[in-house]
């Protein structure tokens, strides 16, 4: 009986150490239970980036269990080829910043696109890599300086004598009394006629 049992033992700590690691293979097979991919915010996007400094990139990233890693993708336009860059977590928030220097920012400009991953291997992209955003280098102040140049030549076009109803009134009147005058001299019916389009300009 003693025998028995002791054959028992041995076999069962023999079967149990051959499918020891088809077991354990078996449950690392098994399939995640967070199949939910990070968001990605950028509240703040800026679109230009003056010569010779720094562009600053900050995202917020935020998922359902834990974020494992945020890279950014980036390249000069015009160019193939992305080089890559690990976005830092800024302390006790969900916002991951990285900043392109500025001897990596050639004219026109730099193009980029973000990808967050979690723990669990799920991933989101910002952007693409076939459709990034871009950010289009600058002269210092050149913002500031095309938008006052706008509003004043929207002011200009404003005042504009070719904005006024009467000027167009007037040369209407003047171009038909001249055609009428010609016509006059020679006493017969006239030989052509003229048409003038005076439309008012929308103001």
């Not at 990605?40 to 917020?60: A, M, R």
């Not at 890559?84 to 990596?104: C, V």
């Not at 706008?150 to 005042?159: P, Y």
Request: proline content about 4%; aromatic content about 8%.
């Amino acid at each position: 009986m003693k025998k028995l049992l002791r054959q028992s033992v041995v076999l069962f700590v023999c079967y149990s150490m051959a499918f020891a690691p088809l077991l354990s293979a078996g449950s690392l097979s098994l399939p995640s239970s967070d199949l939910v991919a990070p968001k990605i915010t950028q509240p703040k996007y800026i679109d230009t980036v003056e010569k010779n400094k720094d562009h600053k990139i900050t995202v917020t990233v935020k998922d359902n269990v834990g974020v494992k890693q945020v890279v950014l993708y980036y390249r000069v336009i015009g160019t193939e080829a992305y080089k890559t860059q690990n976005m830092q977590n800024i302390a006790k928030t969900d916002d991951y910043s990285a900043t392109i220097k500025s001897d990596k920012i050639k004219p026109p400009g730099v193009e980029y696109y973000v990808q967050a991953m979690d723990h669990a291997g799920n991933t989101l992209l910002h952007g693409y890599s076939f459709s990034p955003l871009s950010v289009k280098t600058v002269s210092a102040g050149a913002v500031v300086a095309a938008s006052d140049s706008s509003q004043k030549s929207s002011e200009d076009d404003d005042d504009s004598i070719f904005s006024n109803k009467w000027f167009w009134i007037g040369l209407g009147v003047v171009v038909v009394g001249a055609a009428a005058g010609g016509g006059g001299g020679g006493g017969g019916e006239p030989t052509a006629t003229l048409t003038v389009n005076t439309d008012e300009p929308i103001q």
